[in-house]
Structures are given as structure tokens and as C-alpha cells.
């Protein structure tokens, strides 16, 4: 068995960061995990790419030869990575053992996690290899500044979710930068009818009954939540990649280690 995280969320969200961050932790730790590129315009890491999609096909290559504009080429590159899996990726995942744990870089393009069905084939390869795969959603704690922002973050979210059928755990990224973090914590645990009350009053009146099914969606079936994740605190850290942890069921199947023992010593 096989473990794997498919980090994702819009352009900036920080999602290369908390890679990341998340590589340099497990390594405090001396726990293993290998950080995988898939994003072929990317250039710059700060961490070791154990598998980089640019050995396949890179943005850059495209644009000049088809003469694609940046968002068409990096669509032509993940359906290239796509056609793919079956060579290049397979050959790859050989290279790594049973209990081997991949994180997985993925572009910010919105439309690979909502309805193109790239990521979502991508995944179904994996757990052909035997991987259990959680996606990562993350989201600018920064964009959360008021309710219609936050709803539209949930229902991105939801649109992923379904689309990928994983389990999911989203993350309200970049805390360290909000300068007022209780404006962020009243969308962590929200309030539905406060909620509904300020969608209201920032909406025209024919919307009331769009934004009551919304607010209800959110509450109602819990859905949606977010953990905020301060790259700061090592705590913070760790309690993100323990709730991935148990959504991915890591370390279930480990053997239980006993201490030998001399009764006698006891007595």
C-alpha cells in the first residue's frame, strides 16, 4: 500500500510553499516523503523533486512549437500526462516501494480540479497502483474576507470533491499573513443564520432563496470545513498532516511493536 497526497487549489494559494514546508517538517522528523511536480511551467523548488512531469513535456516547449497561449498549453500538457500514465507515470511509481509516501505539486488552473477529468483519471491510476490518495485543498485565508467570498471558496471546494471523489481536507493557507485573524476564525466555525444575514444583505432580494439552499448545503450536510495552517508553528504543521494521515489510514497497517520484557525485573 501506497500513500499519496494530490495538493490542489487556485493560482497562488501557496500550494509549492506548503509542499514545502511539509517536506522540511517530515525531514525534522525523520519520516520519509518524496514531493512530486506536476505542474509543467513551474521552474523555481525548494525542495528535492523526486518525479517532475517536465522530464515528459514542459510548457514552455509547447507554447513554442504549437504556439498555445499559457492556460491552452498547460491543458495540452495535462492531457499529454494523461495519455501517459500508462508509460511514463507506471514507470515512474515503480521506482518506489509499498509504503512510500508521494506528494503530489499540482498546477493552480481551477478547471483541472472542477470539471476537466485529468486529475480525476490521474487519481484512478493511482489507486490502481494501490495508493490511498487524499486530495489537499488549498485556499488564501486571505481571500476570506467576507461571506461571499467564503461561500464562493466552499462551493470551489464542493466542485472538487465531487469531481475527484477523494477524501478531502481543505486548507485556508498563508494564516501567518492575515493581519486580523479573527475576522478568518468566524468562518471556521460559522454562524449559518449570521451567515445568511450578511449573504442577504450583500445580495439583490431575488437571490434570498439561492442563498438560503447555499447556506443550508454548507451547514447542513458539513460539507465543507477548513483547517488553517500557520507555516510557522511546527504545531500547525503537524496537526494538517495528522488529518491527512487519518483520511489516508498512513501507518494503520504498520506492525505493532513490542518491548521485550522480563517479569522478574517488574517484581
Same mark, same amino acid.
Given at each position: 500500500?501506497? =500513500? ?12 509549492? %510553499? =506548503? ?125 476570506? %474576507?467576507?461571506? %461571499? ?16 471523489? @477523494? ?11 492575515? %493581519? ?13 443564520? @449570521? ?54 489510514? =498512513? ?17
Amino acid at each position: 500500500m501506497g =500513500y499519496a497526497q494530490l495538493v490542489i487549489g487556485p493560482a497562488g494559494s501557496g500550494k509549492s %510553499t =506548503y509542499c514545502s514546508s511539509l517536506y522540511h517538517h517530515c525531514e525534522t522528523l525523520g519520516r520519509s516523503i518524496n514531493i512530486v511536480n506536476l505542474d509543467p511551467a513551474a521552474e523555481n523548488f525548494d525542495y528535492p523533486v523526486a518525479m517532475d512531469i517536465r522530464e515528459l513535456i514542459s510548457l514552455d516547449d509547447v507554447m513554442e512549437e504549437l504556439g498555445l497561449g499559457p492556460n491552452g498549453g498547460l491543458m495540452y500538457c495535462m492531457e499529454h500526462l494523461e495519455e501517459n500514465l500508462d508509460d511514463w507515470l507506471t514507470e515512474e511509481l515503480d521506482n518506489y516501494l509499498d509504503d512510500d509516501y508521494l506528494v503530489f505539486d499540482c498546477p493552480g488552473q481551477i478547471e483541472l480540479f472542477s470539471h476537466v477529468p485529468v486529475l480525476r483519471n490521474f487519481v484512478e491510476h493511482l489507486k490502481r497502483k494501490n495508493f490511498n490518495v487524499c486530495a489537499v485543498y488549498l485556499l488564501d485565508s486571505q481571500f476570506i %474576507t467576507d461571506v %461571499t467570498k467564503f461561500i464562493s471558496g466552499c462551493m470551489a471546494s464542493l466542485s472538487a470533491m465531487v469531481q475527484l471523489e @477523494l477524501p478531502h481536507v481543505n486548507i485556508l493557507s498563508k494564516m501567518d499573513l492575515v %493581519t486580523n485573524k479573527r475576522d478568518v476564525e468566524n468562518y471556521l466555525d460559522p454562524e449559518p443564520r @449570521l451567515l445568511l444575514s450578511e449573504l442577504n444583505e450583500r445580495m439583490a432580494p431575488r437571490f434570498k432563496k439561492l442563498n438560503k439552499s447555499l447556506i443550508e448545503l454548507v451547514d447542513e450536510y458539513s460539507m465543507v470545513s477548513f483547517i488553517p495552517l500557520d507555516l510557522r508553528k511546527e504545531s500547525s504543521i503537524q496537526y494538517v498532516l495528522a488529518q491527512i494521515d487519518n483520511c489516508i489510514q =498512513y501507518g494503520e497497517d504498520a506492525d505493532v511493536k513490542i518491548r521485550d520484557f522480563d517479569p522478574e525485573d517488574d517484581e
